[in-house]
């Protein structure tokens, strides 16, 4: 495995810096050229159809994988919590959740606790891990990522196995612990219908760097258009709220029209917060399991556009499958 060589202390500084980087094994490329970085604080999402280099590029990043051609730099010291794709256990043998979490991690129970309850899933403490839902068990397998403390999280797929409204909360869940925790974020995606706004950036793999940009620009570039066809471009969702009006310092509202008045009756606002983000990422009810439709009121006090639509998924029911958890 190569040295770090990243210079350290600057908290701006990268995370992990892949440049020109590529791994052939066998006599065959199977990702060149990815160009990607992350920082702290950064959330960057990888996507691409089956095979096209997202999670060798992961594991680039890592330094699980040494790249055959170009660099892979991590900050010295770098800590990284891994939800794999794929984990190695046996499920036919019984594992509580507390004793999953310290696997391959020696961890107090209280320290299992507190990650279990960053991620809402404190109650599962005991519970069997091969009872448990597609969405619990993503948000056990965070909770083990974010007990080490990482610096960095990097997340294969961390919404495989759950249902549309349990992937939003997740997401939402995600963006939260990055801010709270202030560690980078590098995810994998295979979902091309909803992408987290709250990315940064997005890469689009196909054996190399196929699009890069914000989601928006993703979404409609012409190499991802090429790649996924036009319809998954109608179809893609990016998972924003754009919030309809603005609360002015003095009590006042600015509307998306740029008209001012009073209050915002009328607009479904009756709790007098801040709107002025015009694409932020949380919204508290989203981790109860319930969305809108587009444009729709979600009846929480204040209005949103939720712009998640056009989604559909292969719930196979069976999230976990087996091999490779690599931390
Ligand atoms: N250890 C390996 N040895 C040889 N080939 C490999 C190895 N790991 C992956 N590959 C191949 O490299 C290519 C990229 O695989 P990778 O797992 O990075 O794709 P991916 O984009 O993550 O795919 P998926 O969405 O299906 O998980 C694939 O063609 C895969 O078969």
Redesign the pocket.
């Known amino acids: 495995m190569e040295k770090p060589a990243l210079s350290g202390q600057d908290r701006q500084a990268p995370l992990v810096r892949l440049e020109r980087a590529g791994?052939s094994?066998?006599g065959?490329w199977?990702?060149r050229g990815v160009d990607l970085s992350v920082s702290p604080g950064e959330i960057v999402t990888?996507i691409?159809?089956?095979?096209?280099?997202?999670?060798?590029?992961?594991?680039m990043a890592l330094g699980i994988?040494k790249p055959s051609e170009g660099k892979a730099e991590r900050k010295p010291g770098l800590k990284v919590g891994y939800v794999p794709?794929k984990l190695l256990v046996d499920w036919t043998l019984p594992l509580t959740v507390r004793r999953f979490m310290a696997l391959t991690v020696k961890l107090p129970d209280a320290r299992i606790l507190a990650a279990l309850e960053r991620t809402g899933a404190a109650h599962l403490m005991r519970a069997e891990v091969r009872h448990l839902s597609g969405g619990e068990l993503q948000r056990v397998l965070l909770a083990r990522a974010i007990a080490v403390s990482p610096d960095l999280l990097v997340l294969?797929?961390p919404v495989q196995g759950v249902d549309y409204s349990g992937e939003i909360a997740i997401y939402e869940l995600i963006s939260r612990l990055r801010t709270e925790i202030g560690c980078g974020v590098l995810m994998?995606s295979?979902d091309l219908h909803l992408v987290m706004a709250a990315t940064d950036q997005v890469i689009c793999?196909n054996?190399h760097v196929c699009c890069r940009g914000t989601p928006l620009v993703v979404s409609q570039s012409p190499a991802f258009l090429e790649l996924f066809g036009h319809r998954a471009g109608a179809g893609i969702a990016v998972y924003q709220h754009n919030h309809d009006h603005v609360h002015l310092p003095d009590g006042r509202v600015r509307h998306a029209d740029g008209t001012v008045s009073e209050d915002c009756a009328g607009e479904h606002c009756d709790a007098p917060h801040d709107h002025a983000d015009q694409a932020h990422d949380h919204c508290a009810h989203l981790d109860q399991g319930h969305s809108h439709a587009h444009g729709e009121s979600c009846g929480q006090g204040h209005s949103h556009d939720h712009s998640h639509h056009g989604h559909s998924r292969d719930q196979s029911g069976a999230p976990v499958k087996e091999t490779a958890d690599a931390r």
């Not at 691409?48 to 594991?59: F, L, Q």
């Open positions: 791994v094994s066998g065959r199977l990702v990888l691409g159809p089956n095979g096209s280099g997202k999670s060798t590029s992961a594991k994988l794709q294969d797929e994998i295979h793999l054996g």
